[in-house]
């Protein structure tokens, strides 16, 4: 049986503990490993790794030892409750195996749980699990998430009462962050919100909104659009010491600079210029940003991101100068010349 939208995500928070076996699949890996650990719980529990009810095989030791799967789905538990079987990057090339393991699957054996990449219609996996009356196959696609699966996954962390600019807020970061991290960003809000039963507001979001993970690039490069230019040095070296390139500091930077520069010309102003950014950003980062572009000015970020690029020329050229040396010249030069 073949699933996918809305009847898809159904499935995975409620599957058919009746069924033999399950595909997943799709191009991109996070929403598929999300979808496999939701379906994973839902059919073990919280409990049933822990328990032994869950048996991982990768495609390879499938592909070398057959049995291997057989031997799983009917092994007996030492635990009471549904055993899952599950197997990891499968391609085409295991079909016949998986075929024999669904004909031969029993009321009582494993569940079987297959993650795979993106499969064409004529892929030879799908047709078996779309074919099968006993499997489902459920392809995923790399669009956002409905408003209905938002929802679910809201309630799941128990965040039922939200403000309507906190509901927006989130959906935006639906339709923008990578799975993995829009998920642990709703986990993350709900612990944020445990013992508060007040409803979930726009701070709230702001505060569980993810941050940049370049946080140490990002201390440098706000630095010098605060024209702190006493802070660039110490910065750099840390990052230096981190293996941290010039031409990757340079691009941050570049890419910093004309954020502002968007936000500057935007016609309603930088106000209405940064709430144009995607992804959004929220909180004490949003200000700053705001702050900054008002400060520069449309006409000095142009000035900035032109010399931001002629340092990125340099630093990919033949030239003997140190990229170290350039980079830091340029940092400090930018920071030295913000407007007060």
Request: with cysteine.
């Amino acid at each position: 049986m073949k699933l996918t939208g809305r009847d898809g995500a159904a499935y995975l928070r409620r599957p058919d503990r009746t069924r033999a076996g399950l595909l997943i699949s799709g191009a991109e890996p996070m929403r598929v490993v999300a979808a496999r650990q939701e379906v994973v719980a839902a059919l073990i529990g919280p409990e049933g790794e822990a328990e032994m009810r869950l048996t991982r095989l990768s495609a390879a030791e499938v592909r070398g030892d057959p049995a291997l799967l057989s031997d799983a789905v009917k092994a007996m538990g030492f635990f009471p409750g549904l055993r899952a079987v599950l197997v990891e990057d499968a391609t085409d090339g295991l079909a016949e195996v998986l075929g024999m393991a669904l004909q031969d699957w029993r009321p009582g054996d494993a569940v079987i749980v297959v993650t795979a990449g993106g499969l064409t219609a004529r892929s030879a996996l799908r047709k078996l699990f779309e074919g099968s009356p006993a499997a489902v196959a459920i392809t995923l696609y790399d669009d956002p998430p409905s408003a209905e699966e938002i929802g679910a996954r809201l309630a799941a962390a128990g965040l039922v009462r939200m403000a309507g600019a906190a509901r927006a807020a989130i959906g935006e970061l639906g339709r923008t962050l990578d799975p993995g991290d829009f998920r642990q960003m709703v986990e993350k809000l709900g612990l944020y919100k445990i013992g508060d039963d007040s409803e979930v507001t726009l701070a709230d979001v702001e505060a569980c909104a993810p941050l940049s993970s370049e946080a140490e690039t990002d201390d440098l490069i706000r630095a010098v659009a605060d024209g702190k230019a006493g802070e660039v040095a110490g910065v750099l070296r840390r990052l230096q010491a981190q293996g941290v390139g010039p031409v990757a500091v340079c691009i941050g930077a570049l890419r910093h600079f004309r954020t502002l520069h968007q936000i500057a010309a935007a016609p309603g102003g930088p106000a209405e210029g940064v709430g144009q950014l995607r992804p959004p950003v929220f909180g004490p980062r949003r200000d700053a940003l705001v702050r900054q572009a008002q400060t520069w000015g449309v006409a000095a970020l142009e000035k900035a991101i032109m010399q931001l690029v002629e340092t990125d020329l340099r630093l990919r050229s033949a030239s003997l100068a140190p990229g170290p040396a350039l980079i830091e010249r340029t940092l400090l030069r930018l920071a030295m010349g913000v407007r007060r």
